[in-house]
């Protein structure tokens, strides 16, 4: 068994204890993670803290190497890699086909890569942003200095180096934590790689959350300046309000309730085998796969029995097996999460149209599942999933079709399916989610910023995202000799005087009163000189409600037309 270790200050240190890491295809234990103390966690915090000074000071040029070096290191291992990480994660090694090597390791290990080597491109110039003869005022961009990331089970190397590598190539060091499902292959690489920077820069620590909730303690850590984290809502939302106590700077992306709206035009043969494969990549677990299916009901019936195909001919089994297309849940607690959900839906009426319980075998094994007769109310519909399971919705409307696929507290991802492709665009752009795509989904994006809307997240990571995420802008004005030169200013217009003295506030468009006023005191004589509304909770939900109201007509107004907008 091979012996894994976490990283602290360049070291690969042994922890007190160590817990189970479990292979989902047979459900039992078949290596061992370190579990960190709170002594462990402040010690990486503590690395990374001291190594901050002297590598945010070491030339860009410097960091891209280390970073380069690294790169070429993991590419040596890639196969030995993808193999742990199948193991541990359930996903298979990967294989010939475009479908099976998506939802395999191999092609996780790829992407990892991929964004690794973006993140040399990142450039964090300065720029001008005026200049006069006396001075000159730049918007620079800063490190943030030691700062953490947590990291999910579904794409564990993915998503931690995602973090890992624009982090440390704009100057910050780096604690991270990967799921306790999940440790081995991040701690494997790390181990590869820990000699590629200096002591300190790059930490790593694993722990049972169950025993110790390392994340928290990394979280509330004063010294720590940002965190990044990838996972559930419910936890994303503990980090918030964590990082609230010291004003941490944070990035979220959690869990996403991903539409499909499938016009009645599309070649359904073709539709339906893009949005299985949308839905059940990674056997369902991709936090912005296909959760919700909207199909036109023009063809409603003909597009299920499609889906139904694309599943019985799906092949799961054990990732190392050459075959294999989709694996296993991740763990236990995600299976029983999923029969949970289908049995709900059973219980209220749904048809399963095939699959619907677990496999007759070992490990965490659920049969892809196809579910009509659901609608919004149903727990399968209204909330994320996160595996094989695809509930199938019809509708008669595109209006009402974005309606429904927007009215979610989620907006992760989403996709529009039509032969129209002008419709399909424009029905796009008004999806409220953080990534959308036309006729495909999950598709390349070529590293584009990626995050959510509403309860999926905050802030955005990737692509040209990743400058703002790992930084903090400054201001900056220099003098350049001579006297500074005073901005001009326009002339001002014609004074006019205020039209009246009785102050109300403004709702819907109104000027209303509210029930009660208060004093505004003159702080030259610390004497009342007028009165302003009181306005109860009544009125601020009001005000509210008529923002919410005109939003989707102002959203959609020109911007030439907003920026006319005058009295």
């Known amino acids: 068994m091979a012996d894994y270790k976490m990283l602290i200050n360049g070291e690969l240190v042994d922890a007190k204890e160590t817990f189970d890491v479990i292979n989902p295809a ?14 462990d966690v402040d010690a990486a915090v503590a690395a990374a803290v001291a190594a901050y000074p002297s590598w945010r000071d070491t030339p860009i040029e410097e ?16 196969e030995a890699l993808g193999e742990l990480l199948c193991k541990e994660q359930g996903k298979p090694k990967g294989g010939e086909t475009p479908e099976r090597t998506f939802v395999g390791a191999s092609l996780e290990m790829m992407m990892t890569l991929n964004v690794m080597g973006k ?43 995602q973090k890992v590598a624009p982090a440390v190539v704009l100057g910050n060091t780096f604690v991270g934590k990967p799921s306790p499902f999940t440790p081995l292959s991040t701690l494997a690489v790390v181990a590869l790689i820990k000699d590629c920077f200096p002591k300190g820069v790059l930490n790593m620590i694993t722990a049972d959350d169950s025993k110790f909730r390392a994340g928290a303690h990394l979280t509330a850590h004063p010294d720590i300046r940002k965190v990044s984290f990838t996972g559930s809502v419910p936890t994303g939302k503990a980090i918030m309000k964590a990082c609230s106590d010291d004003v941490k700077r944070m990035t979220l992306e959690m869990g996403g309730n991903d539409a499909a709206i499938v016009r009645g035009d599309v070649d359904v043969k073709k539709a339906a085998a893009g949005v ?39 092949k799961f089994g054990d990732g190392m097996e050459a075959t294999t297309m989709y694996g296993p849940l991740n763990n236990k607690m995600q299976f029983d999460k999923v029969c949970e959900f289908v049995e709900d839906a ?24 196809i579910v009509s007769g659901v609608k919004e109310g149903f727990r399968i519909v209204d909330e994320e999933q996160f595996g094989p399971v695809l509930p199938v919705i019809p509708y008669d409307d595109d209006e009402d079709a974005l309606a429904r696929a927007n009215g979610t507290k989620y907006g992760l991802g989403g996709s529009v399916w039509s032969s129209d492709i002008e419709v399909a665009n424009k029905m796009a752009a008004r999806m409220e989610s953080g990534t959308v795509w036309v006729n495909e989904h999950l598709g390349d994006t070529d590293g584009a910023p990626f995050g959510g809307m509403k309860h999926s997240g905050i802030g955005r990571e ?4 990743d400058l703002a995420a790992w930084t903090e802008m400054q201001s900056l004005k220099t003098v350049k000799g001579g006297a500074p030169v005073p901005p001009s200013l326009p002339p001002l217009p014609e004074q006019l005087p205020l039209p009246s003295a009785d102050y109300k506030m403004l709702i819907n468009g109104e000027l209303v009163d509210a029930k009660e006023t208060f004093d505004v005191i003159n702080p030259a004589t610390g004497k009342a000189f007028a009165k302003a509304p009181h306005c109860d909770a009544a009125d601020v939900d009001a005000a509210v409600a008529a923002a919410v ?11 030439e037309e907003r920026r006319a907008c005058q009295p």
């Open 462 to 465: 990737s692509g040209c995202a």
């Open 119 to 161: 993140a040399l491109a990142i450039s964090p110039e300065p720029l001008v942003h005026m200049e006069t003869e006396g001075a000159k005022v730049e918007v620079c961009r800063r490190p943030l200095g030691a700062v953490a990331g947590i990291g999910p089970w579904n794409f564990p190397v993915l998503c931690m180096f």
């Open 63 to 78: 960091r891209r190497a280390c970073l380069q070096n690294a790169i070429g290191i993991i590419a040596q291992h890639k």
């Open 276 to 314: 299985f494969g949308g839905a059940f990549a990674n056997t369902g677990q991709v936090c912005v796969a296909v959760k919700r299916a909207y199909v036109h009901s023009s063809i409603y019936d003909e597009f299920v029995k499609e889906l139904v195909k694309n599943a019985e001919e799906a």
């Open 549 to 559: 109201a005109a939003y989707p007509s102002w959203r959609d107004t020109p911007i």
């Open 346 to 369: 059973k219980k209220n009426g749904a048809k399963i149209e095939t699959g619907g319980k677990p496999m007759d075998r070992d490990g965490y094994f659920y049969e892809p599942t």
């Open 26 to 39: 047979t459900g039992k234990a078949f290596a061992k993670a370190p579990h960190c103390d709170a002594a």
